[in-house]
Structure formats: structure tokens, C-alpha cells
């Protein structure tokens, strides 16, 4: 079992930077990927960002080349790096764990935290 609490959210204006965190406890967290997906209103969860645990990254369109997703296995935790916000990220953003691939359909994944609100002002 894993337990996933994220912290790093807020209220920013649009062009400005937040960090999200995800610290995750239970099973050995270097054996499993970790992703950030998010959510707005009305609208299904989607995907950001992918790690895998080699260290292997993959990113939705919509956020390459503004996000990054890292993670430090000495504590536990993944990060989410997000610059030049748009009002268009503007979601609860949540972060999973993946036990079996990288993969970025949250049906993948096993674990999920409770979320994080992230609200981009124009």
C-alpha cells in the first residue's frame, strides 16, 4: 500500500511559477513510477506528466516544454516544476503511482492523492 499527500498549490497569475510536491509513503517508491495528472470542473481527469523509475519522462502536450516532473527517492517524493502558467491550467491536480508501467491513462495507475488546487489568474 501507498499513501500520497501533494502540498505546492495555490493561486498565481497567469506567466508566474508554482512547485508542486507529492510525498509518498509504504511501498519502496524507487521501484514505481509516479505521475501528476490533473482535473478542472466538468471535465475528466487528465494527464501532465510521467517519470518512470529510471528516471524517463513523458509529458502531455499541452505542458511540454513549460513542466517538469522530477523525483528524489531519498525522500520520497515527486515533484511537478510548472512555468509560464497559463489560465488553461487552472485544475485540482493529483499525483498517482503506477505499479506496473508509466503509463498515462489514470486507469493505470494504482495510488492517487487527495489533490492539490491550482488556479491560474489572467
Known amino acids: 500500500q501507498v499513501q500520497l499527500v501533494e502540498s505546492g498549490g495555490g493561486l498565481v497569475q497567469a506567466g508566474g511559477s508554482l512547485r508542486l510536491s507529492c510525498a509518498a509513503s509504504g511501498r519502496s517508491f524507487s521501484s514505481y513510477a509516479m505521475g501528476w495528472f490533473r482535473q478542472a470542473p466538468g471535465k475528466e481527469r487528465e494527464f501532465v506528466a510521467v517519470i518512470s523509475w529510471t528516471n524517463t519522462t513523458r509529458y502531455a502536450a499541452s505542458v511540454k516544454g513549460r513542466f517538469t516532473i522530477s523525483r528524489d527517492n531519498a525522500k520520497n517524493t515527486v515533484y511537478l516544476q510548472m512555468n509560464t502558467l497559463k489560465p488553461e491550467d487552472t485544475a485540482v491536480y493529483y499525483c498517482?503511482?503506477?505499479?506496473?508501467?508509466?503509463?498515462?491513462?489514470?486507469?493505470?495507475?494504482?495510488?492517487w492523492g487527495q489533490g492539490t488546487q491550482v488556479t491560474v489568474s489572467s
Open positions: 498517482g503511482a503506477d505499479f506496473d508501467s508509466w503509463g498515462s491513462s489514470w486507469h493505470e495507475y494504482d495510488y
